[in-house]
């Protein structure tokens, strides 16, 4: 039972030490991580959702309440942190970042590495489902929101040209043209499936490399802030996601692989862009550094509820 628990998390927990420690010790810098992001959101991350995506049985595609599910326990984390941002702080934009922050899990770099080491190849569905939510939804409503708030143009056309930026994107179109062949029946020729494959594996060792590598260039600033964002993003997220998946009635592998997303610290993005916004800097980067390292004691627990049986 303590392998089947610890055994996905104590070797993503080296990866990411190894880059923390490569970063504090400048083997690596700073600006290497933002190489490195590029590589990973722009090849081989989107290589492993097109090869994972062709492949996924065509009858899977069509799970919608899997997918309104994601929706509710996403977006629904997104809408509760905002309103207590909104709450706490009257500001627009720092409201708005610590509802991005909270309501986006880290799939890409430490979703992917884990759900693969439990469940397989088979997956990486899971992780394209969330992704789709956050890029077509979270992220042009974050923009958006943080368009208005900087008085800088009109939200609706921050909204609907941050959409065609993510379309445009390897990591839209890619798994995009794997559902094409998947609801086709097309096959790659074996040749091509491989390449992208062995492109693909890439993707755990290095972006959870680059997460220990960014988190090397970040202090540890506490504040009652830090902390409600830790139990709405360790505790409430895969609170809320349970109740979607369990009140629509989804069950089978992946719903339990949405429940470990949901229960994931916050990803690297949203401190991104509030360092463009130039608000809510050091909240975002300390929540996400700290619920990365506190996942590492939370996330057995939810694997131990999954392995128990829930929403089996």
Known sequence: MFEKILGPVLPVAFIILLGYVAGKRGRLKRE???LISKLVLGWIFPALLLVGMASTPRQQLFDFKLVFATFIGIMGMYALALMLGWWRHRELKAATLKGFVNGYPDAAFMGIPILQTMFGSGSIYSVLVLNLIASLVMIPLTTMLL????????????????????????????PALGILCSLLQIRFPPLVA???TLLGKATPGVSLLCLGLIMSSESLKMSGEIWTNVG????????????AILA????????QQMILLAALPSATIPAMFANEARAYQSEAATTILVTT?????????????????LAA
């Open 194 to 196: 491989e390449s992208f």
């Open 248 to 255: 629509l009635g989804v069950h089978g592998l992946t719903a």
């Open 232 to 243: 709405l993003k360790l505790l409430l997220h895969p609170a809320l996601m349970i109740a």
């Open 32 to 34: 290497d991580s933002l």
């Open 293 to 309: 390292i506190l996942s590492i004691v939370t996330f057995p627990v939810a694997i131990y509820l999954v392995d128990g049986g």
């Open 147 to 174: 368009t208005i708030a900087s008085g800088q143009g009109s939200g609706a056309q921050a909204f609907k040209s941050s959409i065609v930026q993510a379309v445009q994107r390897p990591l839209m179109w890619a």
